[in-house]
């Protein structure tokens, strides 16, 4: 490999006069001249400092910018709660078909009729996954689902003569987005203790649980992995107070098919089509998030929902929604990850989806298995699609962390796990596998974190070795990216 070619900045490969391509004149009969068209005012008055360059040095320059990075394409990507399965290339060319990928945002409803159709099927497959009958598919993330969902609650609670609720109740175990949705909705959050078991802590549930309670929102699967078997109690509790029960869907990957957040006593719920149903993801990737609630919810729902009108479809306005809580997202959603979910769904049919479960399950179960001895796993299994490790033995005895532990993975070939994760677990290492890898890949990577587990501590202490960026002050990049070239 050609070392300019991998690591220079495309400004530095810059050679005066150097072309990808040269255009022929223009042989449009009597064509205006460029200032014609265009006002003079509006013209630039200096030639922008673009990089000059032959095309096979850009090609050559970008392809070994990509193989940089890992992604679920190149490399095992255990990270646990994000549910890096494989994307399959079929949705891909699925969603870059013409029809779609062409539409313009601000085309009339009647002229989209194709894809409102399909939205309108992706709202009834989740409300039929998920037991929640009223679905929007506008919030872009998980996170903006919960955000959406805790504006409905609120709606309601207030249109119920109910402002007083003003709590909402979040396990320690609990993804940062969750308290943070609930402070952005206007709520204060209560934290509620994990037991030694990982599970919610009823006591202390029910002794901070009260008539000023709106909301609990619990993950389920929990981000330790766990299922909360006391959910039906949890869910009474709740409900016995007038409060409303939120699901995190964000681990809905372990229960499809299987059991349904409605069935167990959730209100509403999120979920995460770009992890669930393999829209790519990942370095802040485009996500969808929608919501599922029950009928009572359904009048405080965003706008621009897809609803029949007629023989077809259109999109719900503040006219068909009086008390909704008006709109979240722009135009349709993020339509290209709903589209592959879509497809995802339809390929694989009810029975599909739950083998996806069983086989998510069956595996973290596996790696779960294989690492058990080497690395401490706190909690008892089995597990569902995910489990959370420790490195703290090897703090203790070698003063290697979690974080040695992953950025040597990459040496090894392997993305890493989630690390410091739930934070209920020190040194944690939360890995989660999915139902699209191979007992192959899962007994390589297991075996590299053995290895790991015996290696020289300065080894790890300073890995990767094998990279061309080692250890980045992840904060500051960040915080303060750096994204235009100086020279
Ligand atoms: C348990 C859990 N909840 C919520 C979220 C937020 O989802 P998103 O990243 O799509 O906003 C995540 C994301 O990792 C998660 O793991």
């Not at 014609?36 to 990089?51: C, F, G, R």
């Not at 996806?356 to 790696?367: F, G, P």
Request: aromatic share 8%; charged share 20%.
């Amino acid at each position: 490999m050609n070392n300019t070619q991998s690591t220079g900045l495309i400004f530095e490969l810059s050679k005066s006069g150097r072309r990808c391509h040269r255009l022929p004149k223009c042989d449009v009969p009597n064509a205006a001249p460029i200032d014609k068209l265009i006002p003079k005012e509006h013209l630039a008055k200096v030639t922008p400092p673009l990089p000059e360059i032959g095309e096979i040095d850009l090609i050559r320059h970008f392809t070994n910018l990509s193989a940089r990075n890992m992604s679920i394409d190149t490399n095992f990507y255990p990270l646990g709660s994000c549910t890096m399965k494989y994307n399959p290339k079929r949705h891909e060319r699925i969603a870059g078909f013409p029809g779609f990928a062409n539409l313009h945002p601000l085309q009339d409803d009647d002229t989209v009729q194709g894809m409102l159709e399909i939205l309108y099927e992706m709202q009834q497959y989740l409300a039929e996954i998920s037991g929640l009958p009223a679905v929007s598919l506008q919030p872009a993330a998980g996170a903006q689902g919960e955000l959406t969902a805790l504006f409905v609650a609120h709606a309601y609670f207030h249109d119920q003569g109910e402002g007083h609720r003003t709590k909402v109740l979040v396990p320690d175990s609990a993804h940062g987005t969750n308290p943070a949705s609930a402070a952005l909705a206007g709520f204060d959050t209560i934290t509620i203790k994990s037991g030694a078991n990982g599970l919610v802590d009823i006591e202390d549930l029910k002794s901070k649980l009260g008539p000023d309670t709106a909301v609990f929102m619990i993950t389920n699967p929990n981000t330790l992995g766990l299922f909360e078997t006391q959910i039906q109690e949890i869910t009474e509790l709740l409900h016995a107070q007038g409060a409303l029960v939120y699901l995190d869907g964000a681990n809905m990957n372990a229960i499809l098919g299987i059991t349904r957040p409605g069935d167990f006593g959730a209100d509403m719920q999120h979920y995460n089509v770009h992890k669930t149903f393999t829209g790519p993801h990942g370095g802040g990737g485009p996500g969808s998030g929608p919501i599922a609630v029950r009928d009572f919810l359904a009048p405080y729902l965003s706008v621009g929902g897809v609803m029949r009108a007629g023989d077809g479809y259109r999109l719900t306005t503040e006219a068909d929604l009086p008390k909704s809580i008006g709109r979240v997202r722009s135009f349709f959603g993020t339509i290209g990850i709903l589209f592959r979910g879509y497809c995802y769904i339809r390929t694989l049919g009810p029975d599909g989806l739950k083998g996806v479960s069983e086989h998510a399950v069956l595996n973290a179960n596996y790696l779960r298995a294989l690492v058990k001895d080497t690395y401490d796993v706190p909690h008892a299994g089995p597990c569902m699609h995910e489990f959370v490790a420790s490195a703290r033995t090897l703090l203790r005895t070698k003063k290697v962390r979690a974080m040695d532990v992953c950025k040597r993975l990459l040496d090894y070939g392997f993305h890493a796990p989630t690390v410091y994760f739930p934070m209920v677990v020190s040194e944690a290492l939360m890995m989660e596998p999915t139902e699209t890898e191979s007992k192959e890949t899962l007994d390589a990577f297991a075996e590299a974190l053995v290895k790991i587990a015996a290696e020289d501590p300065e080894l790890l202490r300073t890995a990767p070795h094998t990279h061309a960026i080692s250890r980045p002050d992840e904060v500051k990049a960040a915080k303060e990216p750096v994204l235009r070239w100086k020279s």
